[in-house]
C-alpha cells in the first residue's frame, strides 16, 4: 500500500507512513488521532504536499461532522439543499485549514513550475483545488465561490489522465464531476460545457468505480463516493457491497454500519435493514467517541422505520420517540412523526395521526426534504 500511494516517490518514507496511518484513523472516525499522524507526517516532511493535504482534510472533516451532514442522505433529494443554518466554525479550525491547505499548494505548485509535465504535481494541485471547493460548498454554503476552484481541481486532473492514462486516482474527481454535470438540468448543464466542465453520468461512474479500484490516497474516498452514486442511481447491491468492504476495513467506523441499514430500507430490504441498525448499535453502545451532531437520531429514526414496515408497532413506537427526543436536524424529525402518523392511523387514531402529520409537514418543509412533506399531505387528505 505505501508503495501504491502516488506521491511516495517524492515524500519521505516516514511521513508516507504517517499519511497512511492518519487515513486508516479519519476512516475509522478517530478524528483526533487523524489529526495527530497528519501532523506528525508534516513534522517528518515538511515538504510532503499529500501530508499537508491529509491535515486538512481532517480539519474539514471535523467540521462536517459538527454540522451533522455527512450521511447519504445529505446528496439525496431536496435535503441535499438544505435550508439548515449552522453555526460558524471555530475560527482556529478555520486558520489551521487554511495554512495547511495554502502550505498544500504552495509545495504542488513549485514542483510542477519546476516540471510541467510530473503527473503527481497535477494530481496533488487537482486534489487541493478540489479540497477547496468542497470546503466552500459545504462550510461556507457558496456554490458559487467553490466554482472556480472545482474547474481547476476538474482541469489538473484531467491533465493527470493525459500524462499517465493509469492514474485512475484522478478519476475520481474528473468522474464525480462529470457524473454532476450530468445531473443538472439543461441550461445548467450547457453552462457547465460552456466553461469547460464535461459530462456524462456512465462516464462519471466508470471513472469514480476505476479509481475505488487503484490503490492510491483517495481509493476509500472513492469508495464512499460510490456508495453516494449508487444509492441515487438505486443500485443498492453495489452499495451494500461498497459497505461491507468498508465495514470490514473500518470496524470502528459507525457510520458504514448506519449506512448499511439506510440503504437496505431503500432497497425493500427491511429484515437486513433492521440486523444492520441492531448490530450497530449493538457494537458501539458504549463507544464514548464523539457523535455526529443527529446521529442518534437517525440511528433510531432508521430502525423505527425499519419496524413499522415489519409491523413490529410496539418496537417502533420506542425507537421514533427516541429519535424524536434526540437533537438532529429537521428533516430527520419530519420523517419520525411521518412514522409515527402511520402507526397511529393503522391503529385508527386519526387525531394523533394527523398532529403526527402535520408535524412532518412543517418539519420537512424547513429542511428542504419535499418529498416526504408530499407524502404527509397525501395521508391528511
Known amino acids: 500500500m505505501l508503495a501504491g500511494l502516488p506521491a511516495a516517490g517524492f515524500a ?32 517528518a516532511d515538511p515538504r510532503d504536499a499529500g ?4 491535515l486538512a482534510s481532517s480539519l474539514w472533516l471535523s467540521i462536517t461532522f459538527r454540522r451533522g451532514n455527512m450521511t447519504v442522505d ?20 478555520v486558520t489551521a485549514f487554511n495554512d495547511a ?67 485512475k486516482d484522478a478519476g475520481l474527481i474528473v468522474g464525480t464531476y462529470r457524473y454532476i454535470v450530468a445531473s443538472l438540468s439543461m441550461p445548467l448543464r450547457w453552462a457547465a460545457y460552456m466553461v469547460g466542465f464535461g459530462g456524462g453520468r456512465e462516464q462519471g461512474m466508470r471513472l469514480v468505480e476505476g479509481a475505488a479500484s487503484y490503490v492510491g490516497d483517495n481509493q476509500e474516498e472513492a469508495r464512499f463516493t460510490l456508495v453516494v452514486l449508487y444509492n441515487r442511481e438505486r443500485q443498492y447491491d453495489a452499495a451494500l457491497a461498497q459497505l461491507a468492504i468498508l465495514r470490514e476495513r473500518y470496524p470502528r467506523n459507525r457510520l458504514a454500519w448506519l449506512e448499511s441499514g439506510s440503504t437496505s430500507l431503500r432497497a425493500g430490504k427491511t429484515g437486513d435493514a433492521e440486523r444492520y441498525l441492531d448490530e450497530g448499535l449493538r457494537q458501539f453502545a458504549n463507544d464514548e467517541r464523539p457523535r455526529m451532531f443527529g446521529e442518534d ?15 413490529r408497532a410496539a418496537q417502533a413506537r420506542l425507537d421514533l420517540n427516541k429519535a424524536l427526543a434526540s437533537e438532529g436536524r429537521p428533516w430527520a424529525h419530519g420523517r419520525a412523526h411521518l412514522e409515527m402518523a402511520k402507526l397511529d392511523l393503522k391503529d385508527g387514531d386519526r387525531t394523533a395521526g394527523n398532529e403526527h402529520l402535520r408535524a412532518a409537514v412543517r418539519l420537512c418543509e424547513s429542511d428542504n426534504d419535499e418529498a416526504t412533506a408530499a ?7
Open 12 to 43: 519521505s518514507h516516514e511521513s508516507v507512513a504517517f499519511r497512511v496511518q492518519g487515513s486508516k484513523a479519519l476512516y475509522n472516525l478517530d478524528r483526533e488521532r487523524a489529526l495527530d499522524f497528519y501532523r506528525q507526517a508534516v513534522a
Open 51 to 54: 501530508a499537508y493535504r491529509g
Open 74 to 93: 445529505d446528496y439525496l433529494g431536496g435535503v441535499s439543499r438544505t435550508k439548515a443554518t449552522f453555526p460558524p466554525p471555530p475560527p482556529e479550525t
Open 101 to 167: 491547505l495554502g502550505q498544500a499548494l504552495t509545495l504542488a505548485r513549485e514542483r510542477l513550475k519546476a516540471n510541467p509535465r510530473d503527473a503527481d504535481a497535477h494530481y496533488e494541485v487537482g486534489a487541493a483545488m478540489g479540497l477547496r471547493a468542497s470546503y466552500v460548498a459545504t462550510v461556507d454554503a457558496s456554490a458559487l465561490g467553490a466554482f472556480k476552484a472545482a474547474r481547476e481541481a476538474y482541469d489538473e486532473h484531467e491533465k493527470v489522465l493525459d500524462l499517465d492514462a493509469s492514474r
Open 297 to 311: 437520531a437517525l440511528w433510531y429514526l432508521k430502525r423505527g422505520t425499519a419496524r413499522v414496515s415489519l409491523g
Open 375 to 381: 407524502e404527509a399531505r397525501r395521508l391528511i387528505r
